[in-house]
């Protein structure tokens, strides 16, 4: 029998922003709301030019309730079942909510498009404070 396991590759920083940047534009959002962990996924995109990655969501929202400043983790990641191969990112943060008109105007115009279309939207950003990846190579 085959030995499928492999050692994982940690990624570095730049390697992980490049993903986050490149990627399909799926993460969850994981956060304490209420006593209790949360996980959320959200469509996402990752500003190049900054270490930010923007959502949308809906005021009335668990995510759109959340004050600025409360810590997230932000996870992003693709896999190769047939392949036994995949990667993770992780962004950690605190949430800033976009109040700023000009820069929303600019967010609503951009490629990103909340998949519920709420009626209120949110942004949201995370500026990257802390970014760890992994990743396990095809063979």
């Known amino acids: 029998m085959a030995d499928h396991h492999r050692m994982t590759e940690e990624?570095?920083?730049?390697?992980?922003?490049?993903?986050?940047?490149e990627h399909g534009f799926v993460a969850r959002v994981?956060?304490?709301a209420d006593g209790r962990p949360q996980i959320i996924p959200v469509n996402y995109v990752a500003d190049p030019d900054e270490?930010?990655?923007?959502?949308?969501?809906a005021?009335?929202?668990m995510l759109g309730r959340l004050a600025n400043?409360?810590?997230?983790?932000?996870?992003?990641?693709e896999s190769r079942p047939l392949y036994n191969a995949?990667?993770?990112?992780?962004?950690?943060?605190?949430?800033?909510?976009?109040?700023?008109?000009?820069?929303?105007s600019r967010l609503s115009r951009g490629p990103l498009r909340s998949w519920?279309?709420?009626?209120?939207?949110?942004?949201?950003?995370?500026?990257?404070?802390?970014v760890t990846?992994?990743?396990?190579?095809?063979t």
């Open 11 to 21: 990624l570095d920083r730049q390697d992980c922003l490049k993903l986050l940047r």
């Open 133 to 138: 990846g992994r990743r396990i190579p095809e």
């Open 59 to 61: 005021a009335g929202s």
């Open 116 to 130: 519920a279309e709420p009626m209120s939207p949110v942004w949201i950003e995370i500026p990257v404070q802390d």
């Open 86 to 104: 995949g990667w993770s990112v992780v962004v950690h943060g605190a949430i800033c909510h976009v109040d700023d008109p000009a820069e929303v």
């Open 51 to 57: 270490d930010v990655v923007r959502f949308c969501t």
């Open 69 to 77: 400043g409360t810590q997230v983790a932000l996870e992003v990641d």
């Open 30 to 32: 994981g956060f304490v």
